[in-house]
């Protein structure tokens, strides 16, 4: 009897074992990152391709390398103590959903939950960071393909700021300002700024893969 309640009181006591990433924080494990940008040398240091850029810093951080994985390029390797593929989809931003959810099946993901997206954001300040779990496009055509492929938007995104362009002393929301905008390269003031926040969603990322969405956002957000 007296073992019997010392085993029942050692089990009360004892201290909780450590949870691995993603359990218990409301989000499963990130899995798979990707970059949003576009393809090509000319598209290379625009403001799109901020997504890109981050995925290629990440890689040379962590020591992975890119290789051809049908129309993406795709990474794999280990963050934080767990294996993890980042990917930059050849294919045009606006049309980029299918690869995403292709690669989704290709790594064997439960579901698009398992998705961290990194991409500009027109609405954020330049070098602002934000981060979320899940949600809308915010009219981003990359994001609403891959919602529109995945046939869901319950995954990550991190969100670089990259301004809007200024008309007349005014920011503007003209379409064809907004695209010259977005594929053009940044000033080297904006871009020593973007490189900033491009280490700062870098760091981010890490946190999110180790120890979950929702620390990530407390952290940076």
Known sequence: MSESLFQRLRHLVAPEPE?????????????????????????????????????????????????????????????????????????????????????????KLDDASELLIVRDDIDLPNGRLRIRPSGGSGGHKGVKSIIDAAGSDQFGRIRIGIGRPVVNGKPSWEPAHVADYVLSDPSPSERKLLDETVERAMDAIELAITEGLDRAMSEYN
Request: charged fraction near 25%; glycine fraction near 16%.
């Open 19 to 107: 949870r691995p990433s993603g359990e218990g924080s409301g989000h499963p494990d990130i899995r798979l990152v990707v970059g949003l940008g576009n393809p090509g040398k000319e598209y290379a240091e625009t403001r799109r391709n901020v997504g890109f850029r981050t995925m290629n810093r990440l890689a040379r951080r962590h020591g992975m390398e890119f290789s051809s994985a049908g129309k993406a390029a795709l990474a794999e390797g280990i963050i934080g103590g767990r294996r993890v593929a980042l990917a930059k989809p050849r294919v045009f931003v606006n049309v980029g959903g299918p690869v995403v959810w292709n690669l989704i099946k290709r790594l």
